[in-house]
């Protein structure tokens, strides 16, 4: 049973894991708690870390690292709150459930059930093997909501997907056959740029590609007021490009095929294994591969793409939403009107949040 206290200290322990935002990926953000309670007096707090740097040490080796020498002899009696089950695997380091088990400490809570087949259960079990006692699922949602993208790609086998566009206040997405028009405002804009810098791959359809011909880079963040309260820029970092083209219809003069970041193109044109040009993969989706989608993410998924902005157009987020093959949708409202053009797709799911940005307002939906 948890108790308040346990809540507490987990709690700590989240907020710690997230202090490895945008320095861990792909793997997941985790942190970690040492307390100790001694008789009467309340439990306290006797060391703490995350896991600060993809593949660097895990959270449990820096918070038992954290103990001060003068503490150690209390590790025996010492509850450790880790946000994700300890592993059990020789990974970059030595498995965190051997140096739990080392200092022979007495309890280990944690929110959730690491998904990840190398470890999933079998660091509990070793732990549990070894007489320490073992509680899991505590704020298990809080848990999830933190490392969305690293549960999402073990357990469904698949990217995690964003769906984001911007429409009119009458519900277009462009103008007349496709054609490009500006509707969400420059606020709106930086804060896409920021999405882009946050995942490890943008797609977009063939359609989008050749219309509005798209950099799908990282320019315009972090802001020009300097770098971000969120940790050092990654704007180095640009994204892989994704183009859905079946037919190998898009003239190379697009920004896309630039060289400039790798860019990947799915088709359906047979013997055709190479561009030719630098920076830009081939890559074929067979007749009988099903849906083209499902054969797409489940090449992105092999590939060890953990998710996927996807930018547009219509008929490509339609299809995502029709599949059922999304997670998230992130939808800019601008007060313009156009009459007519290419209609937006509908929205699905559950209402997350909704917020002003600068004169656009910005809905994002949950497939739950
Ligand atoms: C982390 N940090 O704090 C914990 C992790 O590649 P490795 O050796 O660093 O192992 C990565 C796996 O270890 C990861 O997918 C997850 O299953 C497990 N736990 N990983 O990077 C941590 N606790
Ligand atoms: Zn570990």
């Not at 009458?170 to 490009?180: C, H, K, P, Y």
């Not at 920021?194 to 490890?200: Q, T």
């Not at 820029?233 to 898009?250: A, E, G």
């Not at 009988?288 to 953990?306: C, E, F, M, P, T």
Request: glycine share 8%.
């Amino acid at each position: 049973m948890s108790t308040g206290i346990d809540e507490r200290f987990m709690l700590r322990a989240l907020e710690l894991a997230t202090l490895g935002r945008g320095q861990v990926s792909p793997n997941p953000m985790v942190g970690c708690v040492i307390t100790h309670e001694s008789g009467a007096t309340e439990p306290r707090i006797i060391g703490e870390g995350w896991h600060q740097r993809y593949g660097d040490w895990h959270a449990e080796v820096n918070a038992v690292r954290s103990v001060r020498p003068e503490d150690r002899h209390l590790l025996p009696e010492a509850t450790v709150y880790v946000t994700l089950e300890p592993c059990s695997h020789w990974g970059k380091t030595p498995p965190c459930a051997d140096l739990l088990i080392e200092n022979r400490v007495k309890r280990v809570i944690c929110c959730n059930d690491d998904p990840n087949p190398l470890v999933s259960g079998q660091g509990f079990a070793k732990l549990r093997a070894a007489g320490i006692s073992v509680e899991t699922g505590l704020l298990a949602e809080q848990g999830r909501q933190v490392n969305a993208r690293f549960f999402t790609f073990f357990e469904r086998k698949r990217p995690y997907i964003v769906l984001k566009w911007a429409e009119t206040s009458d519900g277009f997405i462009a103008g007349e056959q496709g054609r490009q028009v500006s509707i969400s405002g420059e606020l709106a804009h930086r804060l896409v740029h920021r999405w882009r810098s946050e995942e490890p791959a943008i797609m977009v359809g063939a359609n989008t590609a050749r219309l509005d011909n798209p950099r799908l880079n990282v320019r315009l963040w972090p802001g020009l007021d300097g770098p971000s309260l969120d940790g050092p820029s990654k704007s180095s970092q640009n994204p892989t490009r994704i183009v859905l083209d079946s037919q190998l219809s898009l003239d190379h003069s697009l920004h896309l095929f630039d060289g400039s970041q790798l860019t990947m193109v799915y088709h359906r044109v047979e013997d055709k294994n190479e561009s030719g040009l630098p920076n830009v993969t081939y890559s074929f989706v067979p007749e009988n591969a099903g849906s083209s989608l499902s054969h797409v993410l489940d090449d992105l998924y092999q590939r060890k793409i953990q998710s996927v902005l996807v930018e547009g157009g219509t008929r490509l987020l339609t299809s995502f939403i029709e599949a059922g093959l999304w997670d998230e949708m992130r939808v800019f409202r601008s007060q313009a009107m156009l009459g007519t053009g290419i209609a937006a797709p509908q929205v699905r799911g559950k209402l997350s949040s909704r917020e002003t940005i600068g004169k656009d307002e910005l809905t994002i939906y949950v497939n739950a």
